[in-house]
């Protein structure tokens, strides 16, 4: 088994959280810091497409298949480009790693853009979105737990990633129950680590995302306390670095087309599509086939409605006092000719 680093990621100013990484994590970060992209320049002066596009992606939806289908690379090549792909556990040290410039590509879920924003000298632009998944994210409880309503988490210890969609979540269903965060005990703790919590009875509930939801439900004798469903929308956004998505649009419309193709692929075939995510998880095919069946599908570019929803999530937290200032979402638009 594989050593673990300690790893301090930051949500914004005042926001800190710890959290233990794998080391394969963090080796993909460092390889990152430490292998910048050298850009070429045309014969004109202006920049030329760059030797490689660094992309961020989690083990879990539409850009872990892209690189499993491999045909973006195909496309790339075709124009000199490489890509260079970085895993990720979760968002918030993914755009942490994009803000630092080590990153122009990331796919997360809907809050942790958010506090990347909230970060002094954010390099984040939005670039596309995908169809609602409310019921891919839930609060879960043991089967043989007492708590039947939300209200019943007050006083209770529940597990959350800090920064993550399940964290925009836990705080919305609070408020359904009219609950406060100081209602509740939370424990911040990465998805492999409170579903070990959980399991144990360590923590009372888990605010968790798919595929870690689909395969809790599968194994584990859980049951879900309340899912997105009525709370919110939990889209999966893909993010950018300002430089990025304004000097290279036609690498982007590339990329999006890479995640269309295979949204509607997906779509279409679940079975083939849970079998290969499962070679890559190997969390079983059910659990999979799970998490695809409550998906959405549809890719659209970044436009006003995405920043609607975006400002709603940031009005939120600034409320909740989880952002050191507002922020206007509205701000992070790409500027460059593909920009919609």
């Known amino acids: 088994m594989s050593k673990r680093m300690n790893h301090t990621f930051d949500l914004g100013d005042g926001i800190r959280g ?29 920049p030329a497409r760059p030797a490689e596009v660094r992309i961020g992606y989690q083990k879990y939806g539409t850009l872990i298949l892209v690189k499993a289908r491999g045909q973006l690379e195909q496309r790339l090549k075709a124009l000199n480009v490489a890509v260079r792909w970085a895993e990720f556990s979760f968002g918030p040290p993914m755009l942490e790693a994009l803000n630092a410039g080590h990153l122009d590509i990331a796919a997360t879920g809907e809050t942790p853009p958010v506090f990347a924003l909230a970060a002094r000298g954010s390099k984040l632009a939005y670039v596309g979105y995908e169809e609602p998944s409310p019921e891919g994210e839930a609060v879960l409880v ?13 006083g209770r210890k ?38 070990a919590a959980f399991a144990t009875g360590a923590v009372d509930a888990w605010a968790v995302w798919d595929f870690h939801l689909a395969a809790a439900q599968e194994s584990l004798p859980a049951r879900v306390l309340a899912d997105g469903k009525g709370l919110v929308a939990n889209h999966e956004i893909y993010t950018s670095s300002r430089d990025f998505a304004d000097r ?25 599509a849970a079998e290969l995510l499962d070679r890559q998880l190997n969390v079983g095919k059910p659990a999979l086939k799970r998490a695809l ?12 409605a995405l920043a609607s929803a975006q400002q709603a999530v940031a009005d939120t937290l600034h409320g909740q006092g989880l952002l050191p200032r507002p922020i206007r979402v509205a701000d992070a638009a790409p500027h460059g000719d593909g920009a919609k």
């Open 18 to 46: 710890r959290s233990r990484l794998p080391a394969i994590y963090v080796a993909a970060l460092l390889g990152l810091l430490l292998a910048p992209v050298c850009r070429a320049q045309a014969a004109d002066g202006l």
């Open 142 to 154: 043991r089967k043989d737990s007492d708590i039947s309503r939300l209200e019943d988490l007050k």
């Open 158 to 195: 529940v597990a959350v990633s800090r920064g993550s969609n399940a964290h925009y979540l836990l705080i919305k269903a609070l408020e359904s129950a009219h609950l406060g965060w100081k209602d509740i005990q939370p424990v911040y703790l990465l998805p492999a680590e409170a579903r």
């Open 248 to 272: 290279y649009p036609e690498l982007t419309r590339i990329l999006l087309d890479e995640i269309g193709d295979v949204d509607t692929w997906v779509h279409g075939h679940p079975d083939e």
């Open 293 to 304: 069946s409550r998906r959405g599908y549809g890719l659209h570019p970044a436009d006003a």
